[in-house]
């Protein structure tokens, strides 16, 4: 983190995300389902915003029907900050089954050989055009091998299909394959650790209306969790609520920023107390950031904050 003043504390304006009521947190938050088997990501979203009795809610990284695990749901408007997952890769925990006996030197060396980037077409039955694409997969391990199949684990960039990823190692070997089971355990930055299922946020919820509020207030993350695999930007009260009526960011109104960040990159920009005000485009690397004395430092690109919450300073 480069610091451009020392010293600088926040004033009486706005919340730390921590200190919110588990009323604010149903307006904008973040629950990370663990996805049972059957129902699709849209029911399970629909199904979250029944349970909170709210008004809006939206899910991130859709996982086929049958498919279980890791699922990020937008609670409120923070809903329209789910964008800024996309970029990020996933992980998965799966089965697959070979059609015809291999040896296990063959599946690792298939499993070496589909580890990086690679060339993908969508299944008929997906969201996306159906065109030919390059995909990262970061990491691809056979876990266990019990006859025709292999327990894998997979790290791969965000839209890679596993289900494709598995008939085409089975193509490469000449033997096919399909997969069998899969499990998501990491979505961005989010993993099965603080995955809950849909029966305990019923639980939490009929907690909290009988006056506990403990459980929910654990279970709801605030909107400002989306935003942790970003580069950040810390602002100074005053620039605030102009960054909020989609004014430019000024140096002048930097108070500290992440090491990396470079021109052209999507940033986060937060207050003294940890709010997610908007995410921006760079238009200067850290270090110049920090060390010019003027200048615009980066453009806006979403706002989500509201407008009122910080003093109106600006003319």
């Known amino acids: 983190m480069l610091t451009r003043y020392d010293g600088i504390r926040s004033g009486p304006y706005g919340k730390k995300p921590e200190d919110r009521s588990v009323e604010e947190l149903l307006r904008s938050s973040v629950v990370i389902i663990d996805k049972p088997s059957g129902p699709t990501s849209h029911q399970v979203s629909s199904w979250v915003r029944q349970i909170l009795n709210v008004d809006n809610t939206g899910h991130s990284g859709t996982l086929d029907p049958h498919v279980t695990g890791v699922l990020p749901v937008a609670i409120g408007r923070a809903t329209k900050a789910l964008e800024v ?3 990020y890769g996933k992980e998965y925990v ?6 015809s006996k291999v040896s296990k030197k063959d599946i690792e060396a298939i499993f070496r050989e589909f ?3 690679i060339y993908q077409t969508p299944p008929v039955r997906s969201a996306v055009k159906r065109s030919l694409r390059i995909k990262e997969i970061y990491s691809l391990e056979p876990l266990e091998i019990k006859g025709s199949y292999v ?9 890679t299909y596993i289900r494709t990823l598995c008939h085409d190692m089975g193509e ?4 096919g394959a399909n997969m069998v089971e899969l499990r998501r355990t990491r979505a961005a930055h989010f993993t099965e650790n603080e995955a809950i299922t849909l029966h305990d946020l019923k639980d939490a919820y009929e907690f909290y209306k009988e006056g506990d509020d403990s459980y929910l207030k654990k279970t709801l993350l605030p909107a400002e969790s989306l935003f942790s695999s970003m580069k950040k930007v810390v602002v100074k009260d005053t620039a605030v609520d102009a960054l909020c009526h989609g004014a430019e960011l000024s140096v002048k109104g930097i108070v500290s920023a992440d090491e990396g960040i470079k021109k052209g990159d999507i940033i986060a920009v937060f207050t003294l107390k940890g709010e997610i005000v908007e995410s921006a485009v760079a238009e200067m690397n850290s270090v110049e950031m920090i060390k010019k004395g003027e200048g615009i430092a980066a453009r806006p690109k979403r706002v989500y904050m509201e407008p009122g919450i910080y003093p109106k300073v600006w003319k």
């Open 115 to 117: 580890t990086g980037k």
């Open 94 to 99: 799966g089965v697959m089954r070979f059609h």
């Open 85 to 87: 997952l996309l970029p």
């Open 151 to 159: 327990l894998f684990r997979a790290s791969v960039e965000s839209g």
């Open 172 to 175: 490469a070997l000449g033997v």
